[in-house]
């Protein structure tokens, strides 16, 4: 489990405990300002987070100070909801246990579960940890359950599980669950709360998890129109809508919006956290893309580069860090760069080691042998290639059988390179139609075709071959390495 929560009567400190019923007299006056402080940064923390951040952290230290559990729980919470804010998803992990457990020892079931419903949250979001969500949603609907299930918190029960859902790529279900949420909270909240506005948000998004993006950019517009009316136009609430609607016209293939829509989010977010902070990099490398889309590739890699310095202060196990070397990763070996593409994966996976899912790793072993090949260096290659072969990722496994081949072929052993390409086939051809299958087979088309020259083939098996590449170049972008491939056999790159 990820939170031990620790029974009244086991808590080594009964003094601490007796003191939540009475606290001394000479401490009430202390105690009432703390609360009065704590009530006042969680309305700052909504407009000004970094602020907010250094007097929650005094707050907590003087909640320590006077040994009252209850404030201390409180402050810890707050703690923890500004630091998330912040992208310190380890400091609010930390704040929001400790919360946690202070509120199970005292029976605040209420607080008990706000915090659940926060380390839900940050399980779902940022940890990816479909397991320990479940465990911990499991806890937090007990707590809902001992509350007597009440209608102010059913839409936060309702939304965390829709958390869960979404991390499990149920979308319907969470589709299903937001809305729920959503007539809950409309039933019970003014329309200015923006808690509703949280779950509208958080509606679209899977919506447009679903390809259902002209409803998505519909709640979207609304809702900015709305908080620009009730917060101004600098706002992190306004911001968070425009960098949503840029994601969606980016996956509409709506580049010059995209730009539009995540160019303004930047700059509130500049203004509300400033320009050296985390919080901004996503933003930077949705610019990166829409750039891109566009063609403007030196504008796409000076964002891609101002985000990573930002990336950097994120913890290594956070799944935002490195999204900017990804994108430069990607977009230097789109551009043929390989020598540049090849010193920027290499950089990229000692960078990201310890945050690298095992399916990413072994992408990226495969990616550095193939690009180790485009430049000549195949027997190093053969090392990259060896330990991707035996990858549970299909796509990886055939793709490095595929490499091992053109390593063969290099060092001149046709017999070899031939029985590797033949395996390599078999494994492609039974991946799932689409991209993924078609740009691994094209290559290995190609190869087929270089192999048939080396042996000395007929004319019309070359033919052959060459019309080969040329049809399975039909569905995807054909690469310029392939059409120079081609051309080397006075053939023209047709069917692009």
């Known amino acids: 489990m990820l939170v031990e929560l620790q029974d009244p009567r086991r808590c080594a400190d009964a003094t601490l405990l007796a003191q939540q019923v009475a606290p001394p007299a000479e401490l009430r006056a202390r105690l009432d300002d703390l609360r009065e402080q704590i009530d006042s940064v969680a309305l700052l923390a909504n407009s000004q987070p970094r602020s907010a951040s250094d007097k929650a952290i005094r707050l907590v230290a003087e909640a320590r100070e006077l040994g009252f559990t209850p404030a201390l729980a409180e402050a810890l919470a707050l703690d923890a909801k500004i630091a998330t804010r912040l992208f310190e998803h380890q400091r609010a992990l930390v704040s929001t246990r400790e919360a946690a457990r202070l509120a199970k020892a005292i029976g605040d079931t209420r607080l008990e579960f706000h915090c659940l419903r926060s380390l839900v949250e940050l399980t779902t979001k940022q940890l990816d940890d479909p397991e320990r969500a479940a465990d911990l949603l ?35 279900s969470a589709e299903l669950l937001r809305r729920r949420a959503l007539e809950q909270r409309r039933a019970e909240l003014d329309e200015s709360d923006l808690r509703i506005d949280h779950v509208e948000i958080a509606l679209a998004n899977v919506l447009a998890e679903q390809g259902r ?12 129109t709305r908080l620009r009316a009730m917060l ?50 996503p933003a930077l490398v949705v610019l990166a893309q829409a750039r891109a889309a566009e063609d403007d590739l030196e504008g796409a890699l000076a964002a891609a580069r101002e985000a990573w310095p930002l990336e950097q202060q994120l913890d290594p196990h956070n799944g935002e860090r490195g999204n900017s070397l990804r994108f430069e990763a990607q977009l230097l070996n789109a551009l043929e760069r390989f020598d540049e593409a090849l010193v920027f994966h290499e950089h990229l996976e000692a960078e990201l080691g310890p945050g690298l899912s095992a399916a990413e790793r072994a992408m990226i072993n495969h990616t550095i042998g ?30 490095a059988q595929l490499g091992l081949a053109e390593v063969e072929f290099a060092a001149n ?62 569905t995807v972008t054909m690469p310029a390495f392939v059409s120079d491939g081609l051309r080397k056999f006075g053939a023209q790159p047709e069917g692009q």
């Open 413 to 474: 052993d046709l017999p070899q390179a031939a029985a590797r390409l033949a395996r390599a086939l078999e494994q492609i051809e039974r991946l799932a139609p689409g991209p993924l299958r078609d740009e691994p087979l094209g290559e290995a088309r190609l190869l087929q075709l270089r192999l048939a020259a080396a042996r000395g083939a007929s004319a019309e098996e070359i033919n052959e071959r060459i019309e080969q590449v040329r049809r399975t170049y039909s």
């Open 213 to 224: 993006l002209d409803e998505a950019v519909d709640i979207y517009e609304a809702l900015l």
């Open 370 to 399: 193939w690009l180790l090949c485009r430049v000549g260096e195949h027997e190093r290659a053969r090392f990259r290639f060896g330990a991707g072969q035996h990858s549970d990722n299909a796509d990886v496994a055939a793709r």
């Open 232 to 281: 101004g136009p600098i706002h992190p609430e306004v911001a968070t809508v425009e960098f949503n609607l840029a994601l969606t016209a980016l996956e509409s293939n709506a580049p010059a919006l995209a730009r539009k829509h995540v160019e303004r989010a930047l700059t509130i977010q500049r203004q509300v956290y400033g320009s050296d902070s985390a919080k901004i990099a």
């Open 138 to 172: 499991a806890l937090m609907l007990g707590s809902f359950e001992q509350l007597g299930r009440p209608l102010d918190l059913l839409a936060e029960a309702l939304f965390a599980e829709s958390e869960l859902a979404y991390l499990r790529e149920d979308f319907a």
